[in-house]
């Protein structure tokens, strides 16, 4: 499982409410990212990071905010959840050019 | 923006044949390309990377490469039960080559293996 854990698992939350998911690796490594997957759209990426306050957008940034206070810390921040960022979040990290994944949060907005 | 495109099937192989995932990628500067396989309710997992042209085998599994044609294929030989699941192919979004800006995935393809 390339050592990340996702935090947390699954989450019921509002919309118009803040959410943070927390990805937490214990390997070191140096890039980091947030994908979401939802039913017809397939893995897209979000945001990611490349070292400690380095990070940038991916294909779908809007409505998404991360930091990287800390190497084994990628947090990912919903400033005020829509119902349209109902879904699966993978963490990711890259080793050896290859990217691994965490095992995932389900977030409901309602 | 590169787009990455699967049959996203179901496709029916029955156990113990050659089961055969197509994929196209619309970059012709790509340089990684990567297959997941992902159980219903799991993470991707990855099954194999390839980078030049050609074949790469690891045991049951064949990547195959075409530049060319903008093509990567998955053959899964001696198909089994466990097999069944969705495979994704990616491809790397950036001029990096080894992903580390993140992959841009097709939408899978569902492969249920019969007994």
């Known amino acids: 499982d390339a050592g990340i854990t996702q935090s947390p698992r699954h989450k019921v939350t509002e919309t118009g409410t803040p959410v943070t998911l927390r990805c937490h690796q214990t390997e070191n490594h140096r890039y980091m990212y947030w994908y979401r997957q939802d039913p017809g759209h397939g893995l897209r990426l979000i945001h990611y990071?490349?070292?400690?306050?380095?990070?940038d957008k991916g294909e779908v940034s809007d409505g998404y905010s991360v930091s990287r206070s800390k190497t084994e810390d990628f947090l990912l921040t919903l400033e005020s959840a829509t119902s349209s960022q109902t879904s699966v979040y993978f963490c990711?990290?890259?080793?050896?050019?290859?990217?691994?994944f965490g095992p995932g949060t389900r977030l409901l907005v309602l | 923006q590169k787009e990455v495109e699967q049959n996203s099937g179901p496709l029916s192989v029955p156990e113990g044949a050659i089961a055969s995932l197509n994929c196209t990628y619309s970059d012709r500067g790509s340089q990684s390309f990567f297959w997941y396989r992902q159980y219903s309710g799991k993470s991707p997992e990855l099954i194999m990377f390839i980078y030049s042209n050609g074949d790469k085998e690891d045991g049951r599994f064949t990547a195959q490469l075409n530049k060319a044609s903008q093509y990567v294929s998955l053959l899964i030989r001696d198909s089994q039960p466990s097999d069944s699941a969705t495979y994704l192919c990616a491809v790397n979004r950036g001029g990096s080559g080894g992903g580390a800006d993140g992959l841009t995935f097709g939408k899978g393809t569902h492969l249920i293996i019969q007994p």
């Open positions: 990711a990290i890259s080793f050896q050019g290859t990217q691994y």
């Open positions: 990071s490349y070292g400690v306050k380095d990070t």
